[in-house]
Every structure is written in C-alpha cells, then in structure tokens.
C-alpha cells in the first residue's frame, strides 16, 4: 500500500553538479505533477506529466531543468549544473485521471546545494 | 497567473480555541482545496470544494467555496496539538492542463 514515493528524501550537491530527484506514483496513477517549496513559501508548480508525455511545464525554468515520466520506472526530476537558489524542497504528486484534484503528495526529496 | 493570497501568515492559539483562515484569488476558481503540512512532509488534503457556495466538513474542520469562486475559508473548531502545522489553500482554474496555485500558507501554532 504504497503511496507516492520519492527519492532520496535529501540531496546534497555541489554547485555545478546534477542533481536527479526520482518519483513513483501512486499504483494506478498515470499522472504526475512535480512542485518546488522555497522555505516559508506555498508550493509552486512545475510541471505535468503523463506516462511518456509532457502536457504542461510552464512552471519549469527554461533552463537547466528537465522531466521526464518513461514507459517503465519513476517520472525523473533532473536539474543540472545546480547553483544555490536551486535549493529547495521538491515535491511530487500524483493523481489517477486528468481533472482528479485530489492529488496524493509524496514526502518530498530536500535539496541543498553547497 | 493566478495569484492566491492566504491570511494570516501565522497563528499563535491556545488549546480549545477555533481558527479560521482564508484565501482570496485575484481571479476564478473552478476548485478550492485545503491541504496541511507538517514539518518534513508533504501536504495531505484536507477537503476539496467543488462548486461556488458549497460548504464541506470533515470533522472539526469546515470549509467554504465563496460564492464570487475568489475566495474560501477554512475553520478549525477546538484546537488541539497534533493541529499544529502550516494550512495551503489552493486553486484550480479554468485552464486545460492540471497545475494547482497555492497560498503562501497559515503556520499554525496550538500551546496546550
């Protein structure tokens, strides 16, 4: 009875590395959504994704980041060479059908960047 | 974009005491929701509203969706501890992909 879950719940990087934050949905959820909480703030969205599909990243910066949810396997959070204002928590969730908003939350993977 | 502000940004209370906290939008909303945060975790729904005026409890927890669709509340009747945490509203508008806005949060405080 798993519910979302992401890895790992911290990351440290230095600043210039890649950092990959990975998010398995819940079972029989196809849809996954990736938010970031700077601290003392709400969340901000990302991006959308469904299995192998892209369907909304307006909230991604334009560079340096990227996602990806395959076929087979967790929906991928990458953000390379990482510079401090990257650090953040990053949170994943996941729903069952499009326009379901009952979006269940992971734990969230803690990024810092040193 | 659609910008949700949350008041009041935080609350110190007693044990016993009700809260309540709200959420305006600059523009409509399909869909309110109410999720909270403890420390280290991710946000767990709390109640969802679905249609403008619609009032949901769910146990000492009651929400509204305002009538004008820019607004909700949420209230917290006799508050203990374990209430401790930080509120987000958020919303869902008219748009076709799926993304929720959220608050900036209420961090709740409950002193025994």
């Known amino acids: 009875n798993a519910g979302v879950m992401q890895n790992p719940r911290h990351l440290v990087r230095r600043r210039g590395q890649e950092a990959r934050l990975r998010c398995s949905p819940m079972?029989?959820?196809?849809?996954v959504y990736w938010y970031r909480q700077l601290p003392e703030e709400g969340l901000k969205f990302m991006v959308y994704?469904?299995?192998?599909?892209?369907?909304?990243e307006s909230g991604m910066p334009k560079e340096r980041f990227s996602a990806e949810f395959p076929k087979e396997g967790p929906s991928i959070l990458r953000i390379q060479q990482v510079v401090r204002g990257d650090s953040a928590a990053y949170f994943c969730?996941?729903?069952?059908?499009?326009?379901?908003?009952?979006?269940?939350f992971g734990s969230g993977t803690r990024l810092t960047v040193v | 974009g659609q910008q949700l502000n949350q008041s009041p940004q935080s609350m110190f209370i007693q044990e016993g005491e009700d809260v309540s906290m709200n959420c305006t939008s600059s523009?409509?909303?399909?869909?309110w929701l109410w999720y909270k945060q403890d420390p280290g975790e991710g946000p767990v729904l709390l109640i969802a509203l679905y249609k403008a005026g619609e009032l949901t409890s769910n146990g000492r927890l009651t929400a509204q969706f305002g009538t004008t669709r820019k607004d909700s509340f949420l209230n917290i009747s006799a508050s203990i501890p374990s209430d401790v945490g930080i509120y987000f509203c958020a919303g869902q508008g008219k748009n076709n992909n799926n993304d929720m806005r959220f608050g900036a949060g209420t961090r709740l405080t409950v002193k025994p």
């Open positions: 523009s409509i909303f399909n869909t």
């Open positions: 079972k029989g959820h196809s849809h």
């Open positions: 994704l469904q299995k192998e599909n892209i369907i909304d």
């Open positions: 969730a996941s729903s069952p059908n499009r326009g379901n908003y009952g979006y269940t």
